[in-house]
């Protein structure tokens, strides 16, 4: 299993840390991410949206913010994004419409919010939290989520928002070979631009001590019939719980769902005794032996990131206490 | 927590069942069920209807047929009864219509399959078998997972039957309550034959020691905005795997989402060494911690049911081996 990220704090930021911890950890997905198939100026790209994000949660955190607040403040940024399958860089149903599903869970009181098939809210995430502190319920799904989210007062879009050349080429391609595409692979015919979707997530620790994961998507390229992948699932995509982790997951939905992954991983640090490090590699084996590829990403009361993921690359990147954000892409 | 219903097998059956064991359990809802709210009458229909349901996947059982269908068979004979809150029972939203959700999981593989607010389709745990056979995803939802059902030929139905007279005295009542009614929680203004509904669920264990699950429901009285409980959700309304146990969920769905109810309930048992009573009870407290009620059926390898429940009462019933199913309601 890859490591996480390099350690780049400086000793003075580490000795801050050990009184009261506070990082967060992001990711944009995990898939066929390799040297060859981005650009310089495409990876640049990248580089410096995780690193805007991993800011935008670092500076609530900073401000004695909660953890809530910043893996929502994360992921608004990437949704914002083109370069990411989220919010804004949605990739397209097999209808040519766009699709979007978002999750949120604080670990304090393990409250969670999640939305499905939305197609007009610009960021997800905040329908999700909407749903958790503005309704009796968890999950919205399809026009009612949508209806949902426009009462509550949420920003909506119109449809040329979402709409990208390189998305509607990609749709174009995996109808013409009737495939699935997930995340960030690329297929044999891939045009130019390919393999740079994916799933975006957030996990974070506040200097209360507090976790809370977030997880948005656009799901599947050319996906059919209402399809809900695991993003949206509490306990698949995203998971948070003060007495063990916070969890957000990225990859190919359903196995994550039929691995019950983020609360398997829980579960393996709470009864099981793992490491962190440890329990996301173990579910990451149980995903592959269901056929499955992706990520994690893991943050527990300790502050210290985790990162696991069997694809060739996910792009990902964590900021602890005051230091600067570190991304990566690659293995 | 109440115990399992009284064993009442045979001295005899319970040896060939210590060979090769084979038991089905069920439930069709847990809520404010009392003595006093169920007439003579009424109540013989639905211990006649539980019996029916356990002899459909008990025949299935005896004639080493797999888990998967005996789970599938017993929750189809609950959807049909207009008793219970799925299929043909459901009751309806706040828009008068009705939206059905269902899952099912193969504890050989963990292969698994759900459908969220289905409209028109007879069987809705046929839809989330199809979806888990016949598809590349494990969930659909809304005006999708219908489609999808629909290609794959399964019955549908005209509203009018899923149209009694009783659930829509349900929702008039909850409608000027503006309150969301959770399975048998009879309102304090409740019609004559209130306090009547529930999800319905089933887990099985077969002759070659293969564990399944299923839920089916209509949700929640009065429900907006495309809200989706527990039921539809693997992990938290189903779950099934061969390593630990077989387990499907009534109640508050939301509590039961953020406890991920079923999967937390199979980690205790297989991480945490407990007992399924004990794990079964555990995760109980945790919903009621919550701020939620419901109850939970699980069986395991030994062929054992489970059956805990924090309300007044639970449909319920199990068939071990060859012998006469038996039913329960009240504590």
């Known amino acids: 299993m890859p490591g996480p990220v390099a350690a780049g704090a400086t000793p ?19 898939g066929t991410i390799t040297r060859a198939a981005l650009t310089p100026g495409v990876e640049a790209d990248y580089r410096a949206t995780l690193a ?55 670990g304090r009181d393990r409250r969670a919010g999640a939305v499905a098939a939305l197609t007009t809210i610009r960021n997800p995430i905040d329908a999700a939290r909407a749903v958790m502190e503005r309704s009796r319920h968890v999950l919205l799904v399809g026009a009612g989520a949508e209806e949902f989210a426009r009462e509550q007062g949420l920003a909506t879009a119109e449809p040329e928002y979402f709409h990208t050349a390189l998305r509607w080429e990609q749709l174009r391609v995996a109808r013409e070979s009737d495939r699935l595409q997930i995340d960030h692979d690329a297929p ?12 975006v ?18 799901g599947l390229t050319n996906k059919r019939f209402g399809r809900v992948g695991d993003s949206p699932i509490i306990g698949a995509g995203t998971w948070a719980e003060n007495e063990s982790v916070a969890v ?12 019950a992954a983020a609360h398997e991983l829980a579960a393996l640090v709470k009864y099981g005794g793992r490491t962190p490090q440890r329990a996301a590699d173990e579910v990451l084996a149980t995903v592959e032996r269901l056929g499955g590829r992706g990520g994690l990403i893991v943050i527990d009361r300790s502050g210290e990131p985790v990162f696991a993921f069997n694809t060739e690359g996910m792009y990902r990147g964590c900021a602890c206490g005051v230091s600067a954000p570190e991304v990566a892409i690659y293995r």
Do not use: C, W
């Open 248 to 259: 957000s997951a990225t990859g190919s939905g359903e196995t994550f769902i039929r691995a």
């Open 188 to 199: 044999a015919s891939a045009p130019a631009g390919d393999g740079k979707y994916g799933t």
């Open 12 to 30: 003075g930021a580490r000795a801050a840390m050990q009184t009261r911890p506070f990082a967060i950890a992001i990711h944009g997905g995990a």
């Open 201 to 218: 997530g957030a996990v974070a620790l506040d200097r209360d001590g507090n976790l809370a994961a977030a997880t948005s998507t656009g």
């Open 52 to 106: 805007a994000a991993l800011r935008a949660g670092q500076q609530v955190l900073a401000a004695d913010g909660p953890s809530l607040d910043a893996v929502a403040a994360a992921v608004r940024v990437l949704e914002d994004s083109p370069l990411f399958n989220a919010g804004r860089g949605s990739v397209f149903t097999h209808d040519g419409r766009i699709e979007m599903d978002a999750s949120i869970m604080d």
